[in-house]
């Protein structure tokens, strides 16, 4: 495919809020990220509590691309659950859905915007700066000290100032 053939493609996908019926989908695809060690497990019943904070890339029923904002305060906000499926990798969704994610955030005028992640530099392409995880109580105390591998994470903290 060529790269004009790429950017027809990717202009046609539109990001919208997920609801209940993506909910398999977005479970299948974090089953296969978490079995890869590429990002924590969710469970349906965490997905079903949480759908309104997932937006989504589809094509013909398909979830190609997901990812999540979720609030600790009004100033800090993380994006969480951030994937592409294998068949769509390359094509941009990844950053379709952040920069969709970061604008919502801007809309709710959270302060600071943070990601935990095994790429980075995925992240530093827009804009974010890594950082250290003690910066973020909120999510060390909040999320990941229930997590099996708070003791020995290996997620690298990035963070985008909004304000």
């Known amino acids: 495919m060529t790269q004009a053939a790429d ?3 990717i202009i046609k ?25 590429d990002l924590l497990p969710r469970t349906i019943e965490d997905l079903n509590s949480n759908i309104h904070h997932f937006r989504v ?7 190609l691309a997901c990812g999540s904002l979720e609030h600790f305060t009004e100033e800090l906000a993380e994006i969480r659950s951030l994937m592409v499926s294998e068949q769509s990798k390359g094509l941009g969704l990844g950053r379709i859905i952040v920069e969709n ?8 005028k959270v302060g600071r915007l943070m990601a935990l992640t095994y790429v980075p530099e995925f992240f530093h392409k827009l804009g974010f700066k890594t950082v250290s995880k003690e ?13 099996y591998k708070f003791l020995n994470c290996d997620e690298i ?3 985008l100032e909004l304000k």
């Open 7 to 9: 950017q027809t493609r």
């Open 101 to 108: 994610l970061i604008e919502e955030a801007k809309q709710r």
């Open 13 to 37: 996908y539109q990001v919208r809020p997920a609801v209940l019926e993506d909910i398999p989908s977005i479970h299948s695809l974090l089953k296969h990220y978490a079995g890869m060690g």
């Open 157 to 159: 903290a990035v963070l």
């Open 135 to 147: 910066i973020f109580p909120e999510k060390i105390w909040g999320i990941c000290v229930n997590c």
């Open 57 to 63: 890339i589809v094509d013909k029923k398909q979830i």
